[in-house]
Nanobody, 117 residues
């Protein structure tokens, strides 16, 4: 079994920054993707950013230039540094782990990020 435990998030004013971290543990295959989705009230869950084992990263267009994803391969963690936050970034953020084709296999518990205007 695989567990993803998230930390960070919270409430910040527009223009501020937050950092979230996710730690993976359990029986994990050697090659995997770690990343983040988010879901705002009344909206579908959407990809924010993810990173493969080879370091290739993807970002949603809405966060490019503001968010940075990074991984610590030894610790099996993924961080999301979020700068220049906007009210529209308000959502529950979910860490995820995928093996093939970026299809999420495991999810974290979700962390609330709220950005006030």
């Amino acid at each position: 079994q695989v567990q993803l435990v998230e930390s960070g998030g919270g409430l910040v004013q527009a223009g501020g920054s937050l950092r979230m971290s996710c730690a993976a543990s359990g029986d994990i295959f050697s090659s995997y993707t770690l990343g983040w989705y988010r879901q705002a009230p009344g909206k579908q869950r959407e990809l924010v950013a993810d990173m493969r084992n080879n370091g290739y990263a993807r970002y949603a267009d809405s966060v490019k230039g503001r968010f940075t994803i990074s991984r610590d391969y030894a610790k099996k963690t993924v961080d999301l540094q979020m700068n220049s936050l906007k009210p529209e970034d308000t959502a529950v953020y979910y860490c995820y782990l995928a093996y093939a084709n970026y299809t999420p296999r495991y999810w974290g518990q979700g962390t609330q990020v709220s950005v006030s205007s």
